[in-house]
T-cell receptor
Framework: AQKVTQAQTEISVVEKEDVTLDCVYE???????LFWYKQPPSGELVFLIR??????QNEISGRYSWNFQKSTSSFNFTITASQVVDSAVYFC??????????????FGRGTSLIVHP | DSGVTQTPKHLITATGQRVTLRCSPR?????VYWYQQSLDQGLQFLIQ???????AKGNILERFSAQQFPDLHSELNLSSLELGDSALYFC???????????FGPGTRLTVL
């Protein structure tokens, strides 16, 4: 079973629409971290947010917001009033402790967001 | 700009060859991670070094090896290259071993 599931392979919206990217994770650990990264067409991976498993507070950063719900093992990402520059592949990741003590992320397969003008 | 640098940006080589990819972490970061991104496998963790020592290992082939030097830069060596090794290779760095990772621009490897 996949540890991180991003069921939406591709989403297409028109500019100014709101869009939510879903992320469902699976872990037995009580301490873990969740991340979102953005990969624009240029290819680099841009860090967006890190959330630890003990902090279920939702977070808003400008047009971006994140909804973390442990009860449903979900960490969804919403872009409000989408813009063409938001077009990218978005990755959700789950970090769990490894044998050596490091937390190594497992990435979902990504959701490709296309925002049309 | 994440502050993580990777060279070269592109690399084209032939099967059976050996290449070295280089990464310099952000100033102050002690951890370096290597990832491979391909259409088939997605983004896969290869290996992590922390302050010069190997800390975690992922799906890294025996033909691949890495090291982190005293100045904290890291190199990923890929040998006996196969067509299937063609991918985007990312380096990332973080302060410790559980913090957010900042990624370099990647090295696109093409094996012909």
């Amino acid at each position: 079973a996949q540890k991180v599931t991003q069921a939406q392979t591709e989403i297409s919206v028109v500019e100014k629409e709101d869009v939510t990217l879903d992320c469902v994770y699976e872990t037995r650990d009580t301490t873990y971290y969740l991340f979102w990264y953005k990969q624009p067409p240029s290819g680099e991976l841009v860090f967006l947010i890190r959330r630890n498993s003990f902090d279920e507070q939702n977070e808003i950063s400008g047009r971006y917001s994140w909804n973390f719900q442990k009860s449903t093992s979900s960490f969804n990402f919403t872009i409000t009033a989408s813009q063409v520059v938001d077009s990218a592949v978005y990755f959700c990741a789950l970090s769990e402790a490894q044998a050596g003590g490091s937390y190594i992320p497992t990435f979902g397969r990504g959701t490709s967001l296309i925002v049309h003008p | 700009d994440s502050g993580v640098t990777q060279t070269p940006k592109h690399l084209i080589t032939a099967t059976g060859q050996r290449v070295t990819l280089r990464c310099s972490p952000r100033s102050g970061d002690l951890s370096v991670y290597w990832y491979q991104q391909s259409l088939d496998q997605g983004l896969q963790f290869l290996i992590q070094y922390y302050n010069g020592e190997e800390r975690a290992k992922g799906n890294i082939l025996e033909r691949f090896s890495a090291q982190q030097f005293p100045d904290l830069h890291s190199e990923l060596n890929l040998s006996s290259l196969e067509l299937g090794d063609s991918a985007l290779y990312f380096c990332a760095s973080s302060v410790g071993t559980s913090d957010e990772q900042f990624f370099g621009p990647g090295t696109r490897l093409t094996v012909l």
